[in-house]
């Protein structure tokens, strides 16, 4: 990758998008940066002679169409593409309603696949490109009150791993980043966050709890996004682009764990799990 790439960054009208959009300008790129409101990102960012707001609904395919031409139309081409647009459902899986679990899949896993599935044609084209998903360390290690959001990134994680295998034979570099705990909007009531709908009597007095503690957890995570993301751009310059990037000591801590318990799972019961063979 050169050092005058051009960026198409979703979600940088606040909160990581914004801190990746001034990395990216910072280390001398090129950069389109979309949000649902072009507006709030240039306000987000401010102006920049190598920026390019561009209004971008990532569950809107036409939206989407319409952002990736007018990028083009600028800039020629497009190398970089960081799927960062999401959001956060909580709650335990019985009292997210079927809609908000459904609209959990729609903008974190599906809403990455739509702008991607724009701009693959253009690297394919170009016989370069880099695909960058900002998952998370729930993509990997899920747990209670995180069924939906755990199972939109899991489902992200998979699709990367298999997308970079079908798209490097087009030069085409395919990376998942995973995010531990970062001083972002994301726990932001309203604004990327929603409780569940649904109230069981079962689960009401955890449910109460753990909303608390979420909340209180805003503002006070420990991971630095605007580090986060210089050393992405950092990444993204490497050239051997990993299939994984763990971001953050409490991800790396809890992805590595993880490991050692897929390992411990799958040799827990190998009286039964092998010589399965005809």
Do not use: C
Not at 134 to 151: D, E, N, P, Q
Not at 192 to 207: F, K, N, R, V
Not at 240 to 248: F, L, M
């Amino acid at each position: 990758m050169t050092n005058n790439n051009v960026w198409f960054i979703t979600g940088a009208g606040r909160g990581m998008g914004v801190d990746i959009t001034q990395a990216a300008l910072a280390g001398g790129h090129r950069v389109v940066a979309t949000a649902r409101d072009a507006a709030k990102a240039t306000a987000a960012v401010g102006e920049h002679e190598n920026l390019l707001t561009v209004s971008l609904d990532i569950t809107d395919t036409d939206s989407i169409d319409a952002a990736v031409k007018v990028a083009t139309e600028r800039f020629g081409r497009l190398d970089v593409l960081v799927n960062n647009a999401g959001n956060f459902q909580p709650g335990f899986f019985e009292e997210v309603s079927p809609e908000q679990f459904r609209a959990q899949m729609e903008t974190n896993f599906f809403g990455p696949l739509n702008v991607t599935r724009a701009v693959l044609p253009i690297m394919r084209a170009q016989r370069s490109g880099h695909v960058v998903t900002i998952t998370s360390t729930a993509g990997i290690v899920s747990g209670a009150f995180g069924s939906a959001y755990g199972a939109s990134k899991f489902a992200l994680e998979g699709w990367t791993e298999s997308l970079r295998e079908e798209v490097e034979q087009f030069g085409i570099r395919v990376t998942a980043v995973e995010p531990g705990f970062f001083r972002t909007e994301l726990l932001v009531e309203g604004s990327s966050t929603s409780w569940p709908e649904l109230s069981i009597d079962d689960y009401a007095t955890t449910t109460a709890k753990t909303i608390e503690e979420w909340k209180s957890m805003n503002g006070q995570q420990s991971g630095d996004p605007a580090k986060l993301a210089a050393n992405l751009v950092k990444v993204v310059e490497l050239d051997d682009a990993p299939a994984r990037w763990v971001a953050g000591a409490d991800a790396v801590a809890a992805i590595t764990a993880k490991g050692q318990t897929l390992i411990d799972q799958a040799q827990a019961h190998l009286d039964l799990s092998a010589g399965l063979d005809h």
